[in-house]
């Protein structure tokens, strides 16, 4: 699930240490964070964030969104990723919902991403506007693998089109435009060149893409070929190369991110 917004405005903060409120001057999203500043300069600690209630806009629509709990991601020690327990309220009953739906490890917990994104998956940079990822969907899975569109690599490569390429990759976005091709739940392994996840041995995993920004860059077989084979393939997305060789798709120079999955 992701909810692209922009922050408005901050109906209540969490009380200082003596029970006032404080004003705000300034609120952005800084990586994974909410980075709340007051009027005085002052940055309110991520724990003070609890429950505060943010107004979003999204077009002429305002939604609240109310933060009931922060965590550091504990995939990510070093504490670059924040998770938020966040909440709207029901138009219907007046109840406070969490917006996230349970991800494979039953957490209900999401974070912002600079940027919107596109209807066919393409993710465009913003300085006002963000997404509201949550942990079971593949903008936050990306990030969490270490993919942070924030961030660059050693040589000062941004991340931001590893992350693009993982999100085509999860979905199993072969054509790029959007759609997904995959079951939820179903087992994959995920590898690159620059170290940031190393490809794993798995029992009954076999090649089966290289991936950039705009999908599938070449495909040796497809994931489920219940739910896409390589023939259905090349009648929706005849672009894409179909290298069955594996070695040959796998060495693709233009490849982001690779992937192994079930072997049929």
């Not at 240490?17 to 952005?28: D, K, L, N, P, V």
Request: charged share 20%; hydrophobic share 35%.
């Amino acid at each position: 699930m992701a909810i692209g917004a922009a922050i408005s405005d901050v109906v209540a903060t969490a009380a200082d240490e003596a029970g006032t409120r404080q004003a705000i001057s300034s609120i952005s999203v800084v990586g994974t964070r909410f980075e709340v500043t007051t009027g005085d300069g002052h940055i309110v600690p991520q724990d003070d964030l609890v429950g505060a209630i943010l107004t979003l806009g999204h077009g002429h629509d305002r939604v609240p969104l109310r933060i009931d709990a922060v965590d550091t991601d504990p995939r990510n020690p070093d504490g670059a990723i924040m998770l938020y327990t966040m909440s709207t309220r029901d138009a219907a009953t007046g109840e406070w919902r969490n917006i996230c739906e349970p991800d494979a490890e039953g957490r209900r917990m999401g974070f912002p991403l600079a940027g919107t994104w596109t209807q066919d998956g393409r993710h465009l940079p913003s300085d006002t506007a963000f997404s509201i990822t949550c942990t079971g969907g593949a903008q936050a899975k990306c990030a969490r693998f270490g993919y942070r569109p924030w961030e660059k690599l050693p040589d000062g490569t941004p991340l931001w089109d590893h992350h693009q390429a993982c999100t085509r990759m999860i979905r199993a976005d072969y054509c790029g435009d959007g759609v997904g091709h995959t079951r939820n739940g179903t087992p994959i392994v995920i590898y690159d060149r620059n170290g940031i996840q190393q490809d794993e041995a798995a029992p009954g995993m076999a090649f089966e893409a290289a991936w950039g920004v705009d999908g599938a860059l070449c495909v040796s077989r497809t994931r489920i070929p219940d739910v896409l084979t390589m023939e259905g393939l090349t009648a929706i997305c005849p672009g894409v190369r179909q290298l069955p060789q594996a070695a040959a798709c796998e060495s693709h120079a233009g490849a982001l991110i690779l992937n192994r999955s079930i072997e049929p």
